[in-house]
């Protein structure tokens, strides 16, 4: 690539340059065979992570290779053109990275993100309900303080990759009383917990992407609420601004 875009450093051109090569090269051979097999593209995340790719969008204080918004949309296009089910998985890997860097305190950071850079933890987002769909102020998943914990009841659905993730993002309702778009919450959610069930969605191709996710009685520690209790709404749409 050697004509600069608006907003694209001399350093994203590099970067685009050789998640290019890396595509073409590493993914491109695999991609058909994956499609057909309905097998995951996580195989390719040992090597992803060894580039940094699956941390593109974080500073280089944090791990990342400081690309900016543009090359970083550069580079997961480049992966798109030749294994668009690898970019998908990348991009729903960062909507953990991001919860984590934007509004998680020190100690998680320093407790989650290198191994959310190095691939060796795959996160996925515990988003969209039955009832709600992606309309947050609509959410009917409820954490309710206990203690040191919280135990959070509902359900979750369209979860990509929640199969295989060891961490998922989830956004709740912590204060039933506020206004919709308040009293919500974000917390970091190991998904063996007990009480936790994966349920995979078929798909007409035989795929299982997606899932519907149930929480029972799930006791999450107060530990892992990301940013302040009852702030997930400005939270959110400080990420989704990223």
């Known amino acids: 690539m050697s004509a600069h875009r608006q907003g694209v450093t001399d350093e994203d051109l590099e970067l685009v340059d050789a998640v290019a090569r890396f595509a073409a090269s590493t993914l491109a051979p695999r991609a058909a065979a994956l499609d057909e097999s309905e097998a995951s593209c996580l195989e390719h995340v040992p090597a992803l992570g060894a580039m940094g790719l699956m941390g593109l969008n974080l500073p280089v204080e ?7 918004p543009a090359g970083t949309l550069l580079a997961l296009a480049e992966i798109s053109k030749h294994c668009a089910a690898t970019s998908s998985m990348i991009g729903a890997h960062y909507l953990g990275t991001d919860a984590v860097y934007l509004g998680g305190d020190e100690a998680q950071q320093r407790r989650y993100l290198p191994r959310l850079l190095s691939g060796e933890d795959f996160w996925c987002q515990l988003f969209s ?19 040191d914990e919280f135990v959070v009841n509902g359900q979750k659905i369209w979860t990509s990759g929640a199969q295989y993730a060891k961490y998922g993002i989830l956004i709740a309702r912590t204060d039933a009383d506020a206004p919709k778009h308040k009293g919500i919450s974000y917390f970091i ?21 997606f899932n519907e996710v149930f929480f029972t009685d799930v006791r999450l520690p107060a ?20």
Do not use: F, K, Q, Y
């Not at 944090?62 to 900016?68: D, E, F, I, V």
């Not at 917990?193 to 078929?202: C, F, K, N, Y």
């Not at 702030?231 to 990223?242: C, F, N, P, Q, T």
């Open 129 to 147: 309900e039955p009832g709600a769909g992606s309309d947050l102020a609509n959410l009917g998943t409820r954490a309710v303080r206990d203690g």
């Open 223 to 242: 530990e892992n609420l990301v940013g302040d209790l009852h702030d997930g709404w400005r939270l959110e749409i400080g990420r989704a601004h990223v």
């Open 189 to 209: 959610c190991p998904m063996d917990l007990p009480g936790i069930e994966i349920r995979p969605i078929v798909e007409m191709t035989g795929g299982t992407t």
């Open 62 to 68: 944090l791990g990342g290779p400081g690309a900016t």
